[in-house]
């Protein structure tokens, strides 16, 4: 694919803003660990020469809490910023020529053969409880063997061991499943790696080897690093996304949903899973279902949505006090993670509406009584239990944006949105990440379509190239004000959190084979400045609001 002499230009001009940051702290690295380059330098010209004389006189204990406060305002500067043609963080497309729709990986293509001889296949790690303690492993196999795993801290020793339930096929019109296996591995330590081998013990052959590594122990300046993929499917492109992924090092996947693309042809998801296995055997998951794994079995008069996807894939609800396997949370490192469904209800009294909300205490109702929304309900049930002072990062996952200036998929969202948002604030969300949309779009801190720094930023990310192709259309052009970049293209992010006020998001564009970082945003940590935060306003009926907002934009 060629690249234009814009995309040119637009890689050399790729470092953002953010690293304001980490040209600040490469100032106290020996000489030969500072690799910042020229444009590097002449973006912090904009962060005051004062500042930096002062940097230089200070202590490290005293820069870091500098390094912070620059933080939150190359996040301002970002997002304050006019928008510029000729700016990465502009809202405006760049030039690259991109590819459409792709064709889903031939049949044939040895990463989709199966085990010949019916050993284990399409390993798929998740978090086994929603403290980091636990890893659950899933895989299938056409073998009738025990389901077991063997592990340990040391390569090659392998003297633990765990066993799951019996094995289940499901059935899906003339497609029979393989054996479905799920072993959780209890009691892990922190930040270890552990190898693993599941299958036989005395049967060689049958056997898959892998290792994984645990998450941090939680804690509020555990640095993580995620890999964020939506929308992936199976394609060529999906193919390069996920190598992409894998150079990217995140530690653990977030996916925002719309694996497969098998869209009811069951023998695709095996194929998913091959393609997968690579990764998904190394890196935990933690996931959000979409659309496309709903898959009613009409021939069957099935009406039990989500009936493949549940019987592959394991989700620590029971731990995080959910209803069922369709929506929960974990805590890893410093965040909190909560993956709500967009396509169960959040109607009031519906499961994921009862897990996400309570009722306020007696008093609570009383001292919150002029207030439109809390005096009629509601606390957020599972953000109540997040101890900040442990996780002080909240972020939610799911599959349908809440906030969308594409064409497709327009205001599929508003009705969560319009049920969770205020909430999202109140308890100070940092971030919502999201696909469906088969682009990437990222917001401006937004409640109610309005700027508001106190609020989560939402991120679009369902570009990870299914055959199905890029939206490309837009329903809102050019972008609105509270766009702060948008392009239909695909690709990843990536989510680095360095302590309990500072991360930095990054969007990585498949550019033909080579993955390239083309937009990004530093963040500081909403709850660490919650003072300044006043009370949002309550919500007008959402129906004012959004025509008025329609009607200006
Ligand atoms: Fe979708």
């Not at 230009?9 to 100032?27: C, D, G, Q, S, V």
């Not at 998913?272 to 296995?277: C, E, F, L, V, Y």
């Not at 209803?323 to 109607?347: D, R």
């Not at 106190?454 to 050019?478: H, K, L, S, W």
Request: aromatic content about 14%.
């Amino acid at each position: 694919m060629a690249i234009s002499g814009h995309s040119f230009l637009y890689m050399k001009r790729e470092i953002p803003f953010h690293f304001h940051f980490h040209l600040a702290y490469t100032r106290f690295l020996p000489p030969d660990s500072s690799s910042v380059n020229s444009f590097e330098q002449r973006s912090c010209e904009s962060g005051g020469r004062g500042i930096r004389n002062i940097m230089e006189k200070l202590r490290v204990k005293s820069f870091l809490a500098l390094a912070v406060f620059l933080c939150i305002q190359c996040e301002n500067q970002v997002m304050g910023q006019s928008l510029d043609p000729d700016s990465p963080y502009s809202g405006h497309q760049t030039e690259y020529t991109r590819p459409a729709a792709d064709l889903d990986l031939r049949l044939d293509e040895p990463i989709l053969q199966p085990n010949p001889l019916g050993g284990p296949e399409q390993v798929f790690l998740t978090f086994g409880d929603n403290t980091g303690t636990a890893i659950t492993l899933s895989w299938s196999s056409n073998k009738t063997i025990q389901p077991l795993v063997w592990y340990s801290k040391e390569s090659k020793k392998y003297d633990l061991s765990a066993a799951g339930d019996a094995p289940k096929r499901y059935k899906y019109e003339d497609y029979t499943s393989g054996l479905l296996h799920h072993v959780t591995l209890t009691n892990l330590e922190y930040s270890t790696k552990y190898y693993y081998k599941i299958g036989s013990s005395d049967r060689q052959f049958l056997t898959f080897y892998g290792d994984f590594t645990t998450p941090p122990a939680p804690g509020p300046n555990t640095p993580i690093k995620f890999t964020l993929v939506g929308d992936l499917g199976q394609t060529y492109s999906s193919n390069k996304t996920l190598s992409h992924m894998i150079k990217s090092g995140g530690q653990f996947l977030l996916n925002m949903g719309d694996f497969s693309y098998a869209d009811c042809y069951q023998p695709r998801w095996d194929t998913w899973g091959r393609m997968m296995t690579p990764y998904s055997s190394k890196v935990p998951v933690i996931f959000t279902y979409g659309n496309h794994e709903i898959e009613y079995d009409e021939t069957a008069d099935e009406r039990t949505p989500f009936i493949s996807a549940t019987q592959r894939f394991s989700t620590p609800w029971k731990s995080s006090h959910s209803e069922g396997p369709l929506f929960y949370s974990v805590n890893i490192g410093p965040v909190h993670i909560i993956s709500l469904n967009s396509y169960v209800s959040l109607a009031k009294y519906t499961p994921q509406y009862e897990w996400l909300w309570v009722y306020s205490s007696l008093l609570e109702r009383f001292l919150s009584g002029f207030d439109f929304f809390v005096v009629n309900v509601l606390l957020l049930a599972d953000l109540r239990r997040v101890d900040r002072s442990v996780t002080p990062w909240v972020i939610i996952i799911t599959h349908t944006p809440w906030y969308n200036t594409y064409d497709a998929h327009y205001l599929e969202g508003e009705v969560m949105r319009n049920g969770v948002e205020y909430f999202a604030r109140k308890y100070h969300v940092d971030a919502i990440f999201s696909g469906h949309v088969h682009s990437y779009e990222r917001f401006k801190r937004l409640y109610y379509y309005e700027q508001d720094d106190c609020a989560p930023m939402y991120v679009t990310i369902g570009d990870g190239g299914n055959r199905e192709g890029p939206a490309t259309e837009f329903q809102i052009d050019p972008a609105p004000s509270y766009t702060a970049y948008r392009e239909p293209s695909f690709g990843h992010g990536t989510l680095e959190i360095f302590n309990s006020t500072t991360a930095v998001f990054k969007w990585h564009r498949n550019q033909d084979s080579e993955s390239v970082t083309a937009d990004g945003v530093y963040l500081s940590n909403v709850h660490s400045r919650a003072e300044r935060c006043v009370r949002a306003h309550e919500p007008l009926q959402p129906s004012y609001r959004l025509s008025s907002r329609i009607a200006s934009g």
